[in-house]
């Protein structure tokens, strides 16, 4: 069930902290420390959930809960806002922007964690279940197999993790960037054709040249989970 989540927090012990507890859980996490940067930055990842630091320098997390429910592309990302300010007052003006929970520092990992899976199964439920389904296609995350009509499809690491994320978000179009960024991680040493490499292997591997490809390249941009997918009757070619 792991999660892309938003760290926006400027104290660096709880930066850590987040991060360790949150990649520990198989999520990926990004963290920025600057509510102005942040919006740029939620726009383009757009993650699964964010934390968000009710006091940040330039702008208040606040602000940030604010204009992320105001934008259609971002509007339905899940925040938990994270304070030093218990008062009910606190309370009720950060649920009224839009927070969809709320904790008091110094707060319980493992509480924080319980909060995310909650959101995150509320949200969408294919971010935490344990088998992803497209028409003939059927991934699980706990075996970590995939079948096509049956059939065992025998993946990689690296292609389980890219099929896995295109499926997370079908329609959805991913840049190589993002992809890279990841499937990969931030610190790989591979270069944008890595993705198109293992894009056509997944293909080859998913399809076998004859059956229906899941995938869709967008011209100039980058692949898609093909939101039709079995939906339709298969268009072999
Ligand atoms: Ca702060």
């Known amino acids: 069930m792991p999660a892309s989540i938003l760290v926006i927090e400027d104290e660096e012990p709880i930066q850590i902290l987040l991060r360790y507890n949150l990649e520990a859980e198989g999520h990926r996490v990004r963290v920025s420390a600057d509510g102005e940067d942040t919006m740029m930055l939620i726009a383009d990842e757009r993650p699964d959930l964010i934390l968000l630091d009710w006091m940040l ?9 604010r204009l992320v429910r105001t934008r259609p592309e971002t509007k339905s990302i899940p925040i938990i806002m994270l304070t030093a300010r218990s008062e009910e007052f606190e309370r009720v003006r950060g649920l009224a922007t839009g927070a969809d929970d709320y904790l008091v520092k110094p707060f319980s990992v493992l509480e924080l964690l319980a909060r995310i899976k909650s959101i ?3 949200v969408n439920p294919d971010s935490v279940a344990e088998e992803l389904k497209a028409g003939d296609l059927v991934l699980n995350r706990a075996s970590k197999r995939v079948s096509r009509a049956n059939r065992d499809v025998g993946l990689s690491p690296t292609e389980f993790r890219l099929l896995e994320h295109l499926m997370r978000n079908p329609g959805r179009v991913y840049s190589r960037a993002q992809l890279l960024d990841t499937v990969w991680g931030r610190d790989a040493e591979v270069d944008e054709r890595t993705v198109d490499v293992h894009v ?3 293909r080859k591997l998913l399809s076998r040249g004859k059956e229906q490809d899941p995938i869709r390249t967008v011209r100039a941009t980058g692949y898609a989970f093909d939101e039709r997918f079995g939906t339709h009757k298969s268009n072999i070619v």
């Open 200 to 202: 056509g292997r997944l």
């Open 57 to 65: 320098p330039g702008i208040s997390g606040i602000e940030v809960c």
């Open 120 to 122: 995150l199964r509320r």
